[in-house]
């Protein structure tokens, strides 16, 4: 050790010491700022501190679970437990996090942040009243004031049941650190779920962790605690009902229907007693908010925020009642009829929007989408995007704003509409499904109940080249799958969000011109990374090939007599599944990464930091969620129709998929003329239409796989039919498990058949060539048969229009058994939702020009 080494650990030994005899002479309370072994070997110790060597090497992502959160002090020069951190504990660095920034964001404009709270807003109310149904529920059972856990760098707090990552208020023993989220705290305290006979070892019969002692947790003795500093989630939750209203931004929030007199109905439960409970407590009782205050008024920035938005923008609301349980809902209850009367009425509204339309409209008139809604219907933002349609006169020109005229209109004729999901099932025969399967089939519900999704719809190419006449495309699958043809066209996002918004999948062409073809060679990958050892695939039987050189997979990409051969002396049909599995893209392969993310399609979503990538919106100290990009490289072959390179399945967020190369196997008994006519006619047997099979005839189009993708709002249609199926073949449905969540399907021709004929459901049948991007929506199932070798990459990302399926998928997954692999949160939707809201906030409140309506 240097001369300047050892004297700086002397100088910081000698500060320590200094610090710790302060602190036994005053006996001050302070955080504990390290390990429970390090700081107080004799208090109790959390079940992460109390790990053995041997499971510490098991487990080493282990980080404990007091630190920075247990308050200690000395009583007599002996340490000593003195609780916890206070919401009220809070400073102005701490508010900075969850607070809307006082500077305007550099990568957001005003018509963005407008895009993405009309997405977002309403999802994040939802979230708001969550929290405040957690807090009353444990306002019921115990006095205990609420302690505050702060965000720690590199840590990810997740539930010890469903491991759901925990967003704010959730529950911690004060003894070893276990914690429950809002949903499994419920689930115990209403009786939802039964208790096990046989539980595991260290966890009881409602798979909660043991403490220390060995004995069973119980709700009403773990403390209440949340994540968020102070009360900004409220403080947030206010603004943004402000400066929507400020802004003209329209939106179907739930809490603004929450009145007291909605209140008074649930009589029968005491909530109306327990309200008025709540409204008499002094204000030192609850949650020290008086002492909050006094705090605040000390902070200059972070405080200027909560105090301009909670006196002066609403009426009727006191500060001093921001930290009480139901303050949120009590100021809107107060302030709702004020936000109204300064909105415009409906009927105001259709007649400006009439006028609007009048001014721009075409020869033709207007004509109305299939569901049949008139003007005067249109109440949110996607009623408006489902009402009649316009056409945009040949003068009009996108703004390249997120929101521009061409998106607020669809050109769709009636003639013309597709029959989507809805309709179809007019024409099918509703049959309740059997006893047996009614517990396993309802899954999929929008976040927001009471909205329907947008009807799906088909194009005509004639009428859409006129309103977008800058952007090159054309349409698959009868007018519903939109194809671009310049990845690089800036204007290609106003067209792309027409389809998006209404979950509908879109293939963008010719990608692989902006590639590095030489970089995603097989020969590329064998010689970089032939010794390498990884799991294979046998596509044919599902068999994993465990450790075995990647040189193997390789090389007998093209190559037919160098393939694998399994026990029958048959080709294997192999996978490499999910590479790189551990290790980041960037990292392992940076200058093919770099070569990816310049050519994505739709930068503004795909790429990590784009402008609509909500992902993107998490601070540094969040762990970032794994969104990739992955490879997916796989053999191919026409003669198994039955056998899936990748079985249906969905994802719990938006991806897009890049067919970067296609390998035809030589060496084979057959010509390269037959080899080429077992792939058209396995396209033509796939239910592809008429414009997709002229489309792969045509001169150097290469085919690699086919795509079959289906609207998210089907998902529950295809798993009755599945477990339907199950039944029939004498299989047993096993509960906590899923048809879709456990990729165990491949639609063939004849599930195909049934699921169009018996649920009026009808995928998109894709084939995707040398080249093409394919947009998959979050929650829509998809499955994937290569033809040919093929090298694919898959990158996620979490567009705002999406972001209530990403909700929903986290409530599903969480469903699931504990060692399913889609069972673990790891998307964190929650504090997307929230971080998105507050920085598009941060612009709406800062900006110097006035709203125009």
Sequence with gaps: ?????????????????????????????????????????????????????????????????????RKL?????????????QPQDANEEDLKLWLPSEELPTDLDVETAKFMIAHVGDQFCDLVKQEKEAQLLHMGSTNKNITWKRVVQGVREMCDVCETTLFNIHWVCDKCGFVVCIDCYKARK????????????????????????RQQHEPKSLEVTQIIAASALSSVGRMLHSLRTKWGIRSNCTCVSVSLKDMAHKKSNGFTKQVLSVVKIDN????????????WKSMNGAVAIIKQETDSTLTGYSSESGNSPLSFFVDVALTSEKLISKSPTIKEESEQKAKKRASIKSDKDIEMSSDGDDDNKHSTLRELLMGPTSKVTKDSKSNGSPLNDSQKTTNQSPEHESSDSDTKDENCEKKEPPKELQHFTRRYFPLRKELDPLPIICRILDETKKQFPLIPHNWFCGGRLLVLHEPKNSENIHLFQEQWIRGQPVLVKDNHKNLNGQLWHPDSFSKDFGDIKNDLVNCLNGDILPKQPMRKFWDGFESLQIRMKDKSGEYMLLKLKDWPPDEEFSDLLPSRYKDLMASLPLPEYTNRNGVLNLAGRLPECFVRPDLGPKMYSA??????????????????????????FVGIPKETNKSEKDCLQEVLTAVDNAGCDEVMKRRIREKGVKVGALWHIYNARDADKIRDLLNKVAIERGESLEPHHDPIHDQSWYLDEHLRSRLLKEYGVEGYAIAQCLGDAIFIPAGAPHQVRNLNSCVKVAGDFVSPENVSHCFNLTQEFRQLSDTHTNHEDKLQIKNIIYHAVKDALSVLRNHPSQPSH
């Excluded at 020069?77 to 916890?84: K, S, V, W, Y």
């Excluded at 030192?284 to 705090?295: A, D, F, L, R």
């Design 635 to 660: 053999y191919g072959s026409c003669l198994h129709a039955d056998r899936g390179t990748t079985n249906l399945h969905l994802d719990i967020s938006d991806a897009v998929n890049v067919m970067i």
């Design 1 to 69: 050790m240097s001369g300047s080494s050892l004297k700086k650990k002397l100088q910081k030994g000698k500060s320590d010491r200094m610090a710790i005899a302060e602190l036994k002479k005053s006996g001050k309370h302070f955080l504990q700022g390290g390990s429970c072994v390090e700081v107080a070997p004799k208090l109790p110790k959390c079940r992460e501190c109390r790990m053995t060597p041997t499971q510490r090497n098991r487990k080493p992502t282990i980080f404990c679970r007091f630190y920075d959160y």
């Design 73 to 85: 002090a000395f009583k007599s020069n002996i340490l000593t437990i003195a609780g916890f951190s």
């Design 190 to 213: 209403v009786g939802s779920i039964k208790e096990e006979e046989c539980p595991a070892k260290d966890r009881d019969g409602f798979q909660w962790l043991l403490c220390n002692n």
């Design 284 to 295: 030192k009782q609850v949650n020290g908010v008086n002492e909050t205050n006094k705090n």
